[in-house]
């Protein structure tokens, strides 16, 4: 039999190598140290490329070793099972990572639901996905913004769609930039010494004309064809910015109980209300603006937000789109609609809920217990209102898929029904991956008990 040439055995003495493999498990365990100590949420850098690199380079190795020592006699099976047993864990993991499903589904009570929220799927770990409808018709791209995120670009219903930036924790701002053709925008700040909230006002706009202070209290920004102080406002909680010919300002507030008191205002100067103690001042002022909604990283942000980079017909728009909210635009002659939001996953199945039960510590609002009762239907299977019971360590396994009782959600009002909220989860590797364990455990057992006894006995 022809010798392989020197090259390739060369190859081949680095890929079976057992130092080479020793390296490699340091090298992991070293890493996954260093994530662990250093990220508070560390599960999502165990799918960076350079730690999937190095499990991939691990497995090739472990079963160049197999391949290369291995000499079919009894007193290797402890190495065969320990090897194949390793091996068996990474397919079972990496089944898990590439086709396993993670998500929740919210069912209200008296309410039917047929698919689930996705956040872990096909390798995502925290899966989002934009959606495009337009005239020529409708896409959607799905990444994860999980770090380390690598936002991509796509080509969705005849737009060129690129994801500038994620920020899972936004508050939402807004900027004005002077443009012919606008009404004017002022800048204004309300407030007091420890407290205040600054953002801009388009005049006479429905939406960007208005912002809630707090308190109940709104700020509003209105032109007016006379003296402002002439102008009579309705009686709403609310400080009415109003301006004149000339440009002359003003403000009236208005407690919502029949108090109304006007004062004069100009731009840098502050004037301190009559009916709360707040202060009002006008920042800025811009005689023809387009004012702009958008997002900042604040840790005090609720918000999960994108920055986009639209294109079509050679002309581009940079936009914001939050969670969960249908955007409306314009470019290069298509009108669009964008949305941001989790993936949605079809279950092949239905389950309504008949009843949700809440059980609180005694004295308090903290809930000790929930569970969930409906029916399952399933007309593949067979099934037509198959009852089930939710409650905690106590999930529905039905068809690959189990559901966990994860949460609640309060009645919207007075005398509404509440919701439950149910973890949604497929895991095709766990099964290969307790194989792979066990062959793991029963290898090292032959190897260190096992053997020597059998070889103390002269049974090898």
């Known amino acids: 039999m022809t010798a392989a040439p020197a090259p390739i055995r060369r190859v081949w003495g680095v890929l079976s190598s057992v130092w080479v493999g020793l390296f490699l498990l340091l090298n992991l365990a070293g890493l996954a140290l260093f994530i662990t100590v250093r990220y508070q949420g560390p599960e999502p850098y165990f799918l960076s490329p350079l730690y999937l690199t190095l499990l991939g380079a691990f497995g090739v190795n472990i079963g160049c070793v197999l391949a290369d020592r291995y000499r079919f006699r009894l007193t290797q099976l402890g190495f065969l099972m320990t090897h194949i047993g390793i091996l068996t864990c990474l397919a079972g993991g990496a089944m898990t990572h590439w086709s396993g499903e993670d998500g929740q589904v919210q069912i209200r009570e008296g309410e039917t ?5 996705v956040d872990r799927t096909a390798g995502l770990y925290q899966a989002r996905q934009l959606e495009a409808v337009t005239s020529q018709g409708r896409g959607e791209i799905r990444f994860d913004v999980a770090p380390p995120a690598r936002l991509p670009a796509a080509t969705l219903a005849g737009l060129e769609v690129r994801l500038l930036e994620h920020l899972p924790h936004a508050l939402r701002v807004r900027t004005a930039e002077a ?23 388009q005049a006479d706009d429905p939406a960007l004309g208005m912002r809630e202070v707090g308190n ?9 064809p006379t003296e402002p102080a002439g102008i009579a406002v309705p009686d709403i909680k609310a400080l009415t910015f109003l301006e004149g010919p000339g440009g002359s ?15 004069s205002l100009a731009v840098g100067q502050a004037a301190a209300c009559t009916l709360s103690p707040l202060k009002v001042s006008v920042l800025e002022r811009m005689p023809s603006a387009a004012v702009l909604e958008g997002f900042t990283a604040s840790a005090r942000g609720e918000e999960e937000a994108l920055r986009l980079m639209v294109s079509h017909g050679g002309a581009s728009r940079a936009l914001w789109a939050s969670w969960g909210e ?15 939001g989790s993936p949605k996953r079809d279950l092949g199945f239905s389950l309504s809920l008949e009843d949700f039960r809440k059980e609180d510590y005694e004295g308090s609002a903290i809930p000790r217990s929930f569970e969930s009762l409906g029916t399952l239907d399933d007309p593949g ?28 959600s309060p009645a919207s009002a007075p005398g509404g029904k509440e919701a439950t909220v149910l973890q949604v989860s497929r895991d095709p590797g766990k099964t290969v991956v307790y194989t792979g364990a066990l062959l793991v455990v029963s290898g090292v057992v032959f190897m260190f008990y096992l053997k020597p006894w059998m070889g103390r006995k002269g049974l090898l």
């Open 113 to 117: 639901s047929s698919s689930f929220l």
């Open 179 to 201: 443009a012919q053709g606008f009404p004017p925008a002022l800048r204004f700040r309300v407030g007091m010494n420890v407290a205040s909230v600054e953002d801009w006002l």
């Open 216 to 224: 109940g209290l709104v700020a509003r920004y209105l032109s007016v």
């Open 249 to 263: 300002l003003g403000f009236w507030e208005a407690n919502g109980k029949g108090g109304r008191v006007f004062h």
């Open 326 to 340: 249908s955007v409306h635009l314009e470019v290069g002659g298509l009108a669009a609609f964008l949305r941001f």
């Open 381 to 408: 299977a067979g099934l037509a209102r198959r009852p089930f019971h939710i409650r905690m360590n106590e999930p529905l396994i039905h068809r690959g898929w189990t559901f966990f009782q994860a949460a609640f």
